[in-house]
């Protein structure tokens, strides 16, 4: 009987640490993508280095032409970009995490603010890699609404 309770103690015990080790990943994840946010908004460079692969590909999906246009760049074009006098403010609404052995994807609906004003919507999906213990950014997939912002 006591072999019994002490295997149904220590299954419970990894389950539980299970869960925390998920949530810290989780939690990893969400503070890169919040860094890519913040990269873009000080237009800082040597944060987009550290969140993202400059080898990895940004793929856009423009729904406000008919039909719609996509199009793809590296990490790396978007440096020359930075270097704007425009001010870029995207906002995340809400973000939907999922971890598998050393890759994550989130799914993020955001708002996007050019000098103030409002530009579009749509979502970002951000494929990431943990290579070496950290979190890093490989993929940007995202589409560019000018309605359905929000959901």
């Not at 406000?64 to 870029?88: C, E, G």
């Not at 996007?112 to 951000?126: E, M, P, T």
Request: with cysteine; hydrophobic share 40%; glycine share 6%.
């Amino acid at each position: 009987m006591k072999n019994v309770f002490l295997i149904l103690a220590l299954s419970i015990c990894f389950d539980c640490f299970s869960q925390q080790t998920e949530e810290t990943e989780v939690a990893a994840v969400r503070t890169v993508v919040n860094q890519f946010f913040e990269s873009l908004e000080k237009q800082d460079t040597v944060l987009l280095q550290q969140v993202a692969f400059m080898e990895g590909q940004i793929w856009t999906v423009n729904n406000t032409v008919s039909p719609a246009k996509q199009r793809m760049r590296f990490f790396k074009d978007d440096l020359k970009s930075f270097q704007s006098k425009n001010s870029y403010l995207e906002t995340g609404l809400s973000m939907d995490v999922k971890i598998h052995e050393g890759m994550a994807m989130a799914w993020v609906p955001y708002e996007f603010r050019l000098n103030g004003d409002f530009s579009h919507c749509g979502v970002d999906v951000f494929t990431l890699f943990k290579k070496d213990g950290i979190w890093k950014i490989i993929n940007l997939t995202y589409t560019i609404d000018k309605e359905g912002c929000g959901k």
